[in-house]
């Protein structure tokens, strides 16, 4: 993903003002810098390793930067740059979620992966930050589309982006051995890998969100949703959704 120069200045700014804070870029924008989304994001997502007491963490204080009315998590920066910060400190992680002052709740239910398997990216010269895994993704999507169903529809068509391109046509991993014995054909087979990059790093509570997330996904009201969100191929065959979801699932062991 190439950053514009206001992105590029609004990161540089937080890894400077949190530099003795974890912070990691998530959502599409991370999802861009490993893969090549088929759709233009203009937000950045980020989440900040603290709890609720210390948050925002000196952003409030910072010039230029101002936090949107009635969403805590929402900040706009220096040149427009909308910037989404999600808290995910050791107390909130413990309890699964974001209890805001407003009363609104967010899950942050897989977010411990995202501090554990984040890789480092240069976003200028000089600056370094840490981003996300595309499986890592692939499960905070989820899990945030069964917080906000209604809300999600981006959510939905990055899940099935990834379903369709989580490895490339070239890819090593596509000819290994557990790949030729789960017989699966070539175009499945990002699904399946997807599912067992995930079923590694799962525990008990992300793996029921998981499997919420695949009987939500399957009712055919949503479904239909589903397929109108993924690649043009899924619109052209009726059963693509059902095959990659069905990968999926073989992958993730379910």
Sequence with gaps: MSFTRAQQNA????????????????????????????????DLDVTLAVDLDAFPAGLGDLAGWEQAPEREHAWVGPGDVRVDVLPAG??????????????????????????????????????????????????????AYLDRPAERGRDLADIAFLLEAYVGDDDERRWSDEVFGAQLDFEDVP???????????????ERAAV????????????????????????????????????????????
Excluded: C
Aim: proline content about 5%; cysteine-free; charged content about 20%.
């Design 90 to 143: 050791p107390e909130i992680t413990a309890v699964g979620y974001v209890q805001w002052p407003t009363g609104s709740r967010m899950s942050v239910v897989g977010f411990r992966h995202v501090f554990e398997h984040a890789t480092e990216i240069g976003v200028s010269d000089g600056v370094v930050i840490r981003v996300a895994q595309p499986h890592v993704i692939a499960l905070l999507k989820m899990i």
């Design 191 to 205: 699904s399946y890998l997807l599912g067992r990059d995930l079923a590694h790093l799962l525990d008990s509570t």
């Design 11 to 42: 990161l540089a700014q937080l890894a400077e003002l949190w530099s003795h804070h974890q912070f990691v870029l998530i959502g599409a924008s991370a999802l861009q810098v490993h893969l090549p989304l088929n759709r233009d994001t203009r």
């Design 211 to 254: 499997l919420r997330f695949l009987d939500a996904v399957t009712e055919p009201q949503t479904m239909g949703r589903f397929v109108r969100e993924a690649p043009p191929s899924w619109q052209r065959h009726e059963d693509t959704s059902s095959k990659r979801l069905a990968a999926f699932r073989i992958g993730l062991g379910a």
